[in-house]
T-cell receptor, first 112, second 114 residues
């Protein structure tokens, strides 16, 4: 069993929809939770990170962490075609950019 | 401000050969991590270098080795290449000692082994 599980999709939604992306994990030592966006043929770029449980909002993006359930989510409001990409969740034990454990990534397609 | 740069962007090698990939970290960063991303998969941690030493290592064989130079740039070496080594190799840089866990990634080197 992988430490981090993520549905690979693909997920196709119409423009303007609310998108929900999720990951589950098994290692309770994870303390920092991140969401990366990766466009085709590019490296991942950090969207948001959250320490421990709770919510964090940044513009159209909201990240949620529920450590009791070992479940994290990313919500995208008013989705745009430019949001079409692969979204990777990642986790670490410490706060010093050490080893990141990634999910498989969910491929998102926002259609006109 | 230049971000993380990797070279080359693409290369093709034959099974059994050796390859060296290069990475220059983001300005001000002192730590470099390497990841392997197979097609359709998330990146897998190979190792991390800080102060010219390997600090952490993932579950990769000894065929994978690295080096960090005094200017913080880094190399990833893979010996005795296998077909299964075909992947996108990503370099990420960060600054040790900060609570912000943001690691900045380069756009990667796509390695094809034939």
């Amino acid at each position: 069993q992988k430490e981090v599980e993520q549905d690979p999709g693909p997920l196709s939604v119409p423009e303007g929809a609310i998108v929900s992306l999720n990951c589950t994990y098994s290692n309770s030592a994870f303390q920092y939770f991140m969401w990366y966006r990766q466009y085709s043929r590019k490296g991942p770029e950090l969207l948001m990170y959250t320490y421990s449980s709770g919510n964090k909002e940044d513009g159209r993006f909201t990240a949620q962490v529920d450590k009791s359930s070992k479940y994290i989510s990313l919500f995208i409001r008013d989705s745009q075609p430019s949001d079409s990409a692969t979204y990777l969740c990642a986790m670490t034990r410490s706060g010093t950019a050490s080893k990141l454990t990634f999910g498989t990534g969910t491929r998102l397609q926002v259609t006109l | 401000d230049a971000g993380v740069t990797q070279s080359p962007t693409h290369l093709i090698k034959t099974r059994g050969q050796q390859v060296t990939l290069r990475c220059s970290p983001k300005s001000g960063h002192d730590t470099v991590s390497w990841y392997q991303q197979a097609l359709g998969q998330g990146p897998q941690f190979i190792f991390q270098y800080y102060e010219e030493e390997e600090r952490q290592r993932g579950n990769f064989p000894d065929r994978f080795s690295g080096h960090q130079f005094p200017n913080y740039s880094s190399e990833l070496n893979v010996n005795a290449l296998l077909l299964g080594d075909s992947a996108l190799y990503l370099c990420a840089s960060s600054l040790v000692g900060t609570k912000n866990t943001e690691a900045f990634f380069g756009q990667g080197t796509r390695l094809t082994v034939v």
